[in-house]
């Protein structure tokens, strides 16, 4: 028995088709990826310069020019350059916000990923700082069964003492 295609709220998220279906990650990415570039791009001195160079060349062209060549007009307050200059700044302050959410964003995971860093590096320091003081236990506990080269050696000397002792008599016997 053949089922009927989901559509709508029935398919899971990402397989619902029609106007409701979600549009690929590597899109939005992509978008925002530009947004930062063109915020990048508005910061920099290289950019100031060429609008001001815009802007200079633009008066100068409609104030210098023979009135049949000009576009906008310097007695009007060069309304058209007023307009463009509008444009640009209503589209470049939501592209700064979008850019500056996309790094708090990165910022928020990077803060995360630091703070668990330091969690573990936390763990990891405690558990040696145990295991040092069990090895530092452990060693006072033992250090009055440690033996010493000279007791050692005396022991040593004391069997040796003992199996000559022991050889001797034997060697008496034979002859």
Excluded: C, H
Excluded at 28 to 50: K, S, Y
Excluded at 92 to 100: E, G, K, S, T
Excluded at 111 to 138: C, G, K, S
Excluded at 145 to 158: G, I, P, Q, W, Y
């Amino acid at each position: 028995m053949a089922r009927a295609p989901k559509s709508g709220f029935e398919a899971p998220r990402g397989r619902r088709t029609g106007v409701l279906s979600r549009t690929p990650q590597p899109s939005r990415d992509r978008f925002g990826r530009f947004t930062e570039w063109i915020a990048r791009a508005m910061g920099t001195p290289a950019f100031l310069l060429i609008l001001s160079l815009f802007t200079i060349a633009w008066i100068t062209w409609n104030t210098v020019a023979p009135e049949s060549v000009r576009f906008d007009d310097a007695a009007l307050g060069f309304t058209a350059l007023t307009l463009v200059l509008s444009l640009q700044a209503s589209y470049a302050a939501p592209l700064i916000l979008l850019a500056q959410n996309r790094q708090d964003d990165r910022d928020r995971v990077q803060i995360e990923q630091d703070r668990q860093r330091a969690e573990r590096n936390l763990a990891d320091t405690e558990y040696l700082a145990r295991e040092v003081v069990a090895l530092r236990m452990a060693l006072t506990d033992m250090q009055n069964e440690v033996l010493t080269r000279d007791a050692l050696r005396s022991e040593l000397k004391a069997l040796l003492e003992k199996l000559d002792e022991r050889d001797r008599p034997a060697e008496g016997d034979a002859r």
